[in-house]
């Protein structure tokens, strides 16, 4: 068995030191990438520094022209369109308050008009179905709906009995009889 693993070892032997070399070279490889990777990083936030530095200077700059303290002419132009444009600002914000409390008083939808003759030929209008059943139904006269209320109505007497004794109406026969 000896002689089998030494000719295995053998036939892979080169296999297995290309394999290490490669393994080598790929795990360079990844720490050149991973050094790289947090170089960038590192660029990313001295950048980001570098920036907030440049704004916080600028606000500086812009304050110290506030109280008239500059002079260089390059600083002092820039310094000048950053009021020009915060006038822009202020003028628009007062235009779109304008609008808006115009669109709050609401638009005067009426106006006066000077020629007042119709758009149209005036049409008269014809009846509706409401106005023809109304003008077709004739009103009901009085003795037509009233008939002769002392022969059809049904009078109640009280039984002139003692107790048990039920109201029954004139001229009706008592059932029970």
């Given at each position: 068995?000896?002689?089998?693993?030494?000719?295995?070892?053998?036939?892979?032997?080169?296999?297995?030191?290309?394999?290490?070399?490669?393994?080598?070279?790929?795990?360079?490889?990844?720490?050149?990438?991973?050094?790289?990777?947090?170089?960038?990083?590192?660029?990313r936030?001295?950048n980001?520094?570098?920036?907030?530095?440049v704004?916080?200077i600028?606000?500086?700059?812009?304050?110290?022209?506030?109280?008239?303290?500059v002079?260089?002419?390059?600083?002092l132009?820039?310094?000048?369109?950053?009021?020009e444009?915060?006038?822009?600002?202020?003028?628009?914000?007062?235009?779109m308050?304008?609008?808006?409390?115009q669109?709050?008083?609401?638009?005067?939808?009426?106006?006066?008009?000077?020629d007042?003759?119709p758009?149209?030929?005036e049409?008269?209008e014809?009846?509706?179905?409401?106005?023809l059943?109304?003008e077709?139904?004739?009103?009901?006269?009085?003795?037509?709906?009233v008939?002769?209320?002392?022969?059809?109505?049904?009078v109640?007497?009280?039984?002139e009995?003692?107790?048990?004794?039920?109201?029954?109406?004139?001229g009706?026969?008592?059932?029970?009889?």
């Amino acid at each position: 068995m000896s002689i089998l693993w030494e000719q295995v070892t053998q036939g892979f032997g080169p296999v297995v030191r290309v394999s290490k070399r490669s393994m080598g070279a790929m795990a360079e490889g990844l720490r050149r990438q991973a050094a790289m990777q947090k170089l960038a990083g590192r660029i990313r936030a001295l950048n980001r520094e570098r920036s907030r530095l440049v704004r916080t200077i600028g606000k500086k700059v812009y304050s110290l022209h506030t109280r008239g303290k500059v002079d260089n002419q390059d600083v002092l132009s820039d310094c000048l369109r950053i009021d020009e444009t915060g006038q822009e600002i202020e003028a628009l914000h007062e235009r779109m308050e304008g609008l808006r409390r115009q669109a709050a008083a609401g638009e005067q939808l009426v106006v006066d008009i000077e020629d007042e003759t119709p758009l149209a030929e005036e049409v008269e209008e014809e009846p509706g179905v409401a106005e023809l059943a109304a003008e077709q139904t004739p009103e009901p006269v009085r003795g037509d709906l009233v008939g002769d209320v002392e022969s059809e109505a049904p009078v109640f007497e009280e039984a002139e009995a003692g107790e048990g004794a039920a109201e029954r109406p004139k001229g009706q026969a008592d059932l029970a009889d």
